[in-house]
């Protein structure tokens, strides 16, 4: 005897875990155990999903396969896993003499230097990019400041530093909707040669956005529950909001009759006003949505040099492979680095080498660096997908510095790698002398399918990246 059939909504599940949104079925047939789905008609943030787990008994064997099942029975590919964006910022650059690449031979016919042989099994995926600069640079111990952004210092009258937008906040404006965290920022214990800011990102106003220093605290942000209850929590974001409108009310009060310097000031006042309440409304959003379960133990604290470089890598991959977040960015250390591989010289100073016990240690630094990004990429490509590709496929990998060796501006150092932008990797580009670097950076927003017309001192793409 036939039953009636009973139908069920069922939502968009994404999973934490394995960072990619999985389309479970927008209605469901249910006929006694049997099942089967059918077209996804609606698409529901991650928090209706959570709230309604209940529903979805078959759920984590759905996932777990990698694909939808419709009434036919065949299965389909799943979504695209997101993509993704990290950027490692060294400071200080490079032994000029034995890290670029010899500029006689480009393309895929290439030899990596003698700076960056540890890159060697990973050679036919990374491209090395030289000739760009930032136009505007003019400081010779900032390696960080301007790097993401190619601004121009002095572009607002009357101050001697302004900044713009960073790449990585144009990836998470566009991209970091849909996850926990729209971007992390991460720096070193210690901080030289890197220049003035909180980390290596600028907000839409050009303004610093603040970074994480310690492991251990990047390692509860991502991952450890909130010990207050949700009550309590909502509270707070409800009390915050009520002192923004007042501040909002009180600040419109003064608005009219004010010079513009002052008028400006105050589009300003409420620009970072406007910036507050849309981080309350994601913290609202998430509340009710638990923290992924932590793919590492928690990090031993007090590390330093080599061995926190390693532990702040463990930590991106595991906020990339929980899709904690997808904007990455770390300034990596430069004294206590050295110092781990027992050199007595500052980074300061390294930096400054010739011939000698100095330039043998820039030396040493530089292949520590390749060593770390070789590192890297191992552990990207050995974190899998649900649709059986790696992390790798999907991300983006930026390592380099605007300043490329001693106090030279120019020919900044870059490495590209990963499949998050479609470039063009397995080369060794020689651009014209003091192509803006933001080309670079352009190009891989747009391979990233975030249609920007410009960033920075941008003139333009780099067609020779394009895959």
């Known amino acids: 005897m036939n039953k009636k059939l009973k139908r069920v909504s069922a939502p968009v599940a994404k999973n934490p875990q394995i960072g990619r949104s999985t389309a479970v079925g927008a209605e469901t047939l249910f006929h006694n155990t049997n099942f089967n789905f059918i077209t996804m008609k609606t698409q529901l943030k991650r928090r209706h999903f959570l709230r309604g787990t209940g529903a979805l008994i078959a759920l984590p ?31 200080f650059g490079v032994t000029k003499e034995t890290w670029f690449p010899d500029t006689t031979k480009t393309g895929s016919d290439y030899e990596l230097s003698e700076g960056l042989s540890p890159l060697a099994r990973h050679q036919s995926d990374l491209t090395v990019v030289q000739g760009c600069a930032n136009q505007y640079a003019n400081e010779a111990h900032w390696g960080s400041t301007f790097w993401l952004t190619g601004a121009n210092r002095y572009s607002v009258p009357g101050q001697n530093m302004a900044n713009s937008i960073s790449v990585d906040q144009v990836v998470a404006q566009q991209l970091g909707q849909d996850t926990r965290f729209a971007s992390l920022q991460l720096n070193p214990s210690e901080l030289q040669g890197h220049g003035p800011g909180l980390s290596l990102a600028w907000d839409q106003r050009g303004k610093p956005v603040a970074g994480q220093d310690d492991p251990v605290q990047v390692f509860h942000k991502l991952f450890s529950p909130e010990d207050l209850p949700l009550e309590q929590r909502q509270a707070a974001i409800t009390e915050n909001r009520s002192v923004l409108d007042a501040v909002l009310s009180e600040a419109k009060r003064v608005q009219r009759g004010l010079s513009k310097t002052d008028t400006d000031k105050l589009d300003e006042y409420f620009q970072g006003i406007r910036d507050i309440e849309t981080r ?41 492979q929980t899709d904690s977040t997808r904007a990455l960015t770390y300034r990596m250390p430069g004294n206590t680095l050295l110092q781990s591989l027992d050199v007595t010289h500052s980074a300061h100073n390294v930096s400054h080498y010739s011939p000698g016990e100095r330039m043998e240690a820039s030396k040493k630094r530089d292949k520590t660096h390749s060593e770390l990004l070789a590192r890297f990429i191992d552990k990207l490509k050995d974190t899998k997908e649900a649709d059986g590709s790696s992390l790798f496929d999907h991300t983006t990998v930026a390592f380099g510095s605007n300043i490329s060796s001693i106090h030279y501006l120019t020919n900044c150092p870059t490495v590209l790698t990963g499949g998050g932008a479609n470039l063009k990797l397995g080369q060794h580009l020689v651009l014209p002398e003091d192509t803006p670097l933001c080309n670079v950076w352009l190009t891989m927003l747009h391979g990233m399918g975030i249609d920007v017309e410009r960033h920075g001192d941008s003139s333009g793409i780099v067609k020779a990246l394009q895959a």
Do not use: H
């Open 61 to 91: 064997a759905l996932e777990s396969f990698g694909f939808r099942r419709f009434a036919s029975g065949a299965p389909t590919a799943a979504a695209s896993p997101a993509k993704r964006a990290v950027f490692f910022g060294m400071g």
């Open 280 to 320: 309350l409304n994601k913290d609202e959003d998430w509340l009710d949505v638990p923290k992924s379960k932590p793919p590492l133990e928690e990090p031993d604290p007090g590390l330093k040099g080599k061995a926190e470089i390693e532990i702040m890598q463990d930590l991106i991959i595991a906020a990339l």
